[in-house]
């Protein structure tokens, strides 16, 4: 079979190497499709300190190997007792041990991946191939609204609003959010955001974002904040800009939410998080149940991707090309990472 194998930072090689074999508590799924996410980019492309020692320690201890997390699978082999079937469609999500494809053992950007039968989830027959690597980021987007315990009419805020903040914000509106509000510097994605569920969008290229929270909220702030929009400037995130404006939106003994991992250190002044009594969240992996949440409710039509799949590419050499649309989103006027189809 063929796959991009990492041999260290920004040296990835399309090769031809042996199908893995079954091995109790893992399946064998042939790859219809995936999508890059936006930290496998970073750490490929040494913009973020994170996890770059961890994929070179993995290479020293097995040899280059594929990232990739974010697929659409079949199974082709799995044990008999898993439950699962070859011809059965799954999706992948991170389960509550921490231990990801593509970071901690070969992922998905090839024509077979083996996974933990722990970590695969069928999908409904409705959900088509094209969606289904979304579902795992949509996953992790489940599992920090349950954890911000949002309640009937707060006002909810939302930086960055790419494919984990449009998430939230449709899964915010169906949480029972009284006021949705969304922000951004691209006008593309605050539209979509509008019409996927934002009751307000702010674009902050035009207006201070924590002055209009502020203002919306009568003096108040934001009641839940999620921050989604950190990350390396070279791939199109803020920096850490948006934490900072985050902390200052909302308010006192109200609820940020930590969504986007940082490219570079990050200092914070705990006295002013004391002060105004934030409860600071770092989520906990998903569990299986939140994959069938997620599956169910893009089934039902309650949370929608297809507005903002814009971007699909068709064979798996085309996975440089999916890297450069996924980090330079303005650049190609996208809004999800770029999906390659795989025709095997």
């Not at 027959?125 to 309640?151: F, G, N």
């Not at 939302?158 to 984990?164: H, K, L, S």
Request: hydrophobic share 40%; aromatic share 6%.
């Amino acid at each position: 079979m063929r796959a991009w194998r990492v041999y260290d930072v920004n040296d990835m090689r399309l090769e031809e190497i042996p199908v893995p074999a079954v091995r109790p508590g893992w399946a064998l799924v042939r790859v219809k499709g995936f999508q890059p996410s936006i930290t496998e980019i970073q750490r490929f492309w040494g913009t973020s300190k994170r996890g770059i020692e961890k994929m070179r320690q993995l290479i020293r201890e097995i040899g280059p190997f594929p990232m990739g997390h974010e697929i659409c699978g079949e199974v082709v082999e799995a044990p008999a007792d898993s439950g699962f079937r070859a011809g059965d469609r799954v999706a992948y999500f991170h389960y509550s041990t921490g231990h990801i494809a593509g970071s901690h053992y070969p992922g998905c950007f090839a024509e077979a991946v083996l996974l933990p039968v722990q970590a695969i989830a069928k999908v409904d027959s409705t959900i088509p191939d094209l969606e289904i690597p979304a579902l795992q980021p949509l996953s992790s987007c489940v599992q920090l609204v349950r954890e911000a315990k949002i309640q009937l009419g707060e006002t909810a805020a939302i930086f960055g609003q790419g494919v984990m903040g449009l998430n939230i914000t449709q899964l915010c509106r169906l949480a029972g959010a009284g006021r949705v509000i969304g922000i951004d510097v691209r006008e593309q994605c605050l539209k979509m955001s509008r019409e996927l569920g934002a009751d307000v969008t702010i674009n902050a290229t035009k207006e201070d974002p924590v002055q209009a929270i502020l203002d919306l909220t009568e003096g108040r702030g934001a009641d839940v904040v999620f921050e989604c929009a950190s990350g390396s400037p070279e791939v199109g995130l803020s920096g850490g800009k948006t934490l900072f404006q985050a902390i200052d939106s909302v308010r006192l003994s109200g609820r940020l939410v930590q969504i986007a991992f940082y490219h570079d250190d990050v200092t914070l002044d705990l006295n002013s998080l004391r002060g105004k009594r934030i409860k600071y969240i770092f989520p906990d992996e998903a569990s299986l149940d939140v994959m069938a949440v997620g599956s169910r409710l893009v089934a039902d039509g309650k949370v929608r991707f297809q507005p903002y799949l814009t971007h699909v590419l068709q064979g798996l050499e085309k996975l440089p090309e999916a890297f450069e649309i996924t980090a330079h989103k303005a650049k190609h006027g996208a809004i999800n990472p770029a999906v390659v189809m795989l025709d095997t």
